[in-house]
């Protein structure tokens, strides 16, 4: 079982920037992907950004060149920097692990709400 805890979300001014990261533990393997997801009110949960076990990275349209998506291994801990934050990007944000295509694992969530 693999646990996912979400931290670093909160109430920002637009332009602003946070960073969110997701620390896990229990049995996650070495080779696994790391995502974020986002959904706002009233909208379907979307992709945001994942980094893979080699480091590669996807983003978005709606966020590349915005948001970093980052992980560190040793602190089982993955990242999401977000700058030049817009209101449209208010939303509960949610990190998830897994492979092949298929997150296995999330966590509960962050809010983050900009404000315009």
């Known amino acids: 079982q693999v646990q996912l805890v979400e931290s670093g979300g909160g109430l920002v001014q637009a332009g602003g920037s946070l960073r969110l990261s997701c620390a896990a533990s229990?049995?996650?393997?070495?080779?696994?992907?790391a995502g974020w997801f986002r959904r706002a009110p009233g909208k379907e949960r979307e992709f945001v950004a994942a980094?893979?076990?080699?480091?590669?990275?996807v983003y978005a349209d709606s966020v590349k060149g915005r948001f970093t998506v980052s992980r560190d291994d040793a602190k089982r801990t993955m990242y999401l920097q977000m700058n030049s934050l817009k209101p449209e990007d208010t939303a509960v944000y949610y990190c998830?692990?897994?492979?092949?295509?298929?997150?296995?694992?999330w966590g509960q969530g962050t809010q983050v709400t900009v404000s315009s």
């Open positions: 998830a692990v897994g492979g092949g295509g298929t997150y296995n694992y």
């Open positions: 980094v893979s076990w080699s480091g590669n990275v």
């Open positions: 229990g049995r996650t393997g070495s080779s696994y992907t």
